[in-house]
């Protein structure tokens, strides 16, 4: 079964103008898709498309002006499922330091399971495990202010991680990262994946979402493209028209192509690059 089902997802932000009338801007404009479970889906789009809006319908902390959202078949708007959905889907967010709210990597990685009442041993374990699998294990008693921003990243990915969801929803979470913290944080969330964790990963860095099963679209708050990462590469001029580019490997390929260089369609990452060009005739 679908994990995620957003079925005609229509959401308005709502502000009063200086009479005091109310005003709505409409930030999501008729979106469905499906999320399956143990998947890595990646949203792609510019600013203003809609992005983080869509990653708030998905555990409840925006609710659909219209249309419906399900996890794992509970719908968001009743407020009978408002504690499961948030349980079952847990989200990390774009700034590393505005997620970080203890002193200490473990007090902070327990501030979740605390809330939710969970007794002390099985928080223990809980943070022991989260840190282990986000590679932080080794810096549970340190102060996370003198960590690098990819580390509190993974800090922040371990405090999710210790509410034991199914599903993780990432906004953005390496656009204020170096190279370096881009790969740990990706490569984190694909390790996650690999463990059976469902993943949203919003992000504007294209070889990022070249690693997902399923890549979404989205521009002026609908879906302009979805597919398979080498189903929407492949279509180089539709993304630039969304002021959206393709992976290097994509666009190198493609220039290397029109010098005349025989390189097969497929080509997405570097390492298909590098193998292919290995093999080609000039
Ligand atoms: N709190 C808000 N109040 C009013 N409008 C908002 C608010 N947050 C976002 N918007 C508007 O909704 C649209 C989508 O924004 P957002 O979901 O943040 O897009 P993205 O994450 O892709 O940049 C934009 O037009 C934005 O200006
Ligand atoms: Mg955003």
Same mark, same amino acid.
């Given at each position: 079964?679908?994990y995620?089902?957003?079925?005609?997802l229509i959401f308005d932000?709502?502000?009063?103008d200086?009479g005091g009338?109310?005003?709505?801007?409409?930030?999501i404009?008729?979106v469905?898709?499906?999320v399956?479970?143990?998947?890595?889906?990646?949203i792609?789009?510019q600013?203003?498309?809609?992005?983080?809006?869509?990653?708030?319908?998905?555990n409840?902390?925006?609710l659909?002006t219209?249309?419906k959202v399900?996890?794992d078949?509970?719908?968001t708007?009743a407020?009978e499922?408002t504690w499961?959905?948030?349980?079952?889907?847990?989200?990390?967010?774009q700034?590393?330091?505005n997620?970080?709210?203890?002193?200490?990597?473990?007090?902070?990685?327990?501030?979740?399971?605390?809330?939710?009442?969970?007794?002390?041993?099985?928080?223990?374990?809980?943070? +022991? &495990?989260? #840190?282990?699998?986000v @590679?932080?294990?080794?810096?549970?008693?340190k =102060?996370?202010?003198?960590l690098?921003?990819?580390?509190k990243?993974?800090?922040?990915?371990a405090?999710?991680?210790?509410m034991?969801?199914?599903?993780?929803?990432f906004?953005?979470?390496?656009?204020?990262?170096d190279?370096?913290?881009?790969?740990?944080v990706?490569g984190?969330a694909?390790?996650?994946n690999?463990?059976?964790?469902?993943?949203?990963?919003?992000?504007?860095?294209m070889?990022?979402a070249?690693?997902?099963?399923h890549?979404?679209v989205l521009?002026g708050?609908?879906i302009?493209?979805e597919?398979?990462?080498r189903?929407?590469?492949?279509?180089?001029?539709e993304?630039?028209?969304?002021?959206?580019g393709v992976?290097?490997a994509?666009?190198?390929?493609?220039l290397?192509?029109?010098?005349?260089?025989e390189?097969? +369609? &497929?080509? #997405?990452?570097d390492e @298909?690059?590098?193998?292919?060009?290995?093999? =080609?005739k000039a």
């Amino acid at each position: 079964m679908d994990y995620i089902r957003v079925e005609d997802l229509i959401f308005d932000y709502t502000k009063l103008d200086e009479g005091g009338a109310p005003v709505a801007t409409r930030a999501i404009d008729g979106v469905s898709f499906t999320v399956a479970r143990g998947s890595f889906t990646a949203i792609i789009g510019q600013n203003g498309s809609g992005k983080s809006t869509l990653a708030k319908s998905l555990n409840g902390l925006l609710l659909p002006t219209s249309g419906k959202v399900f996890i794992d078949g509970l719908d968001t708007a009743a407020p009978e499922n408002t504690w499961n959905v948030r349980q079952k889907v847990a989200m990390v967010f774009q700034n590393p330091d505005n997620q970080i709210v203890s002193a200490i990597v473990e007090d902070d990685v327990a501030f979740g399971p605390e809330n939710l009442g969970i007794d002390p041993a099985e928080i223990r374990r809980r943070v +022991d &495990s989260a #840190l282990e699998s986000v @590679e932080m294990g080794d810096y549970k008693g340190k =102060a996370p202010h003198l960590l690098s921003g990819g580390q509190k990243q993974r800090i922040a990915i371990a405090g999710a991680v210790a509410m034991e969801p199914e599903c993780i929803v990432f906004d953005e979470p390496t656009a204020m990262l170096d190279p370096k913290g881009r790969r740990e944080v990706l490569g984190i969330a694909r390790q996650l994946n690999r463990k059976g964790m469902t993943v949203v990963f919003i992000t504007h860095f294209m070889e990022e979402a070249a690693c997902a099963d399923h890549v979404i679209v989205l521009d002026g708050g609908v879906i302009r493209m979805e597919g398979t990462p080498r189903e929407i590469f492949s279509q180089e001029e539709e993304l630039e028209a969304l002021s959206l580019g393709v992976p290097t490997a994509v666009r190198m390929a493609s220039l290397l192509r029109k010098r005349g260089v025989e390189l097969p +369609d &497929s080509i #997405l990452t570097d390492e @298909e690059l590098v193998s292919a060009l290995m093999e =080609a005739k000039a």
